[in-house]
């Protein structure tokens, strides 16, 4: 069974910096496409951030230049390093994972398999 638990959440200021982490276990190389995703309060669950398991990494355009996405394989973490963050990135972020060997960027939520249990980013003016 996979399991995935994230950390690094908090509340920061306009313009400040997080890193979320994201632990994963019950997988080694089952996975082939880890992605970050954020809900606001009555907004879909969307992609911010994919790492596909060659290392390959793909951003949406709201966060490119200002979000890192990184896996470290032999601790299983993924992280997401996130820069010059601004009120609208204010969400519940999940790391999830997806187990089918294919394209890797662009699929949403409904195409991942595991999920985290979230963690918190709020962003004051």
């Known amino acids: 069974q996979v399991q995935l638990v994230e950390s690094g959440g908090g509340s920061v200021q306009s313009g400040g910096s997080l890193r979320l982490s994201c632990a994963g276990s019950?997988?080694?190389?089952?996975?082939?496409?880890m992605a970050w995703f954020r809900q606001a309060p009555g907004k879909e669950r969307q992609a911010v951030a994919y790492?596909?398991?060659?290392?390959?990494?793909n951003y949406v355009d709201s966060v490119m230049g200002r979000f890192v996405i990184s896996h470290e394989k032999p601790k299983n973490i993924l992280y997401l390093q996130m820069n010059r963050l601004e009120v609208e990135d204010t969400a519940m972020y999940y790391c999830?994972?997806?187990?089918?060997?294919?394209?890797?960027?662009?699929?949403?939520?409904?195409?991942?398999?595991?999920w985290g249990q979230g963690t918190q980013v709020t962003v004051q003016s």
């Open positions: 790492i596909n398991q060659v290392g390959n990494r």
């Open positions: 999830a994972a997806r187990r089918v060997a294919s394209w890797c960027f662009g699929r949403t939520a409904s195409d991942f398999d595991f």
């Open positions: 019950g997988y080694t190389d089952s996975t082939h496409c």
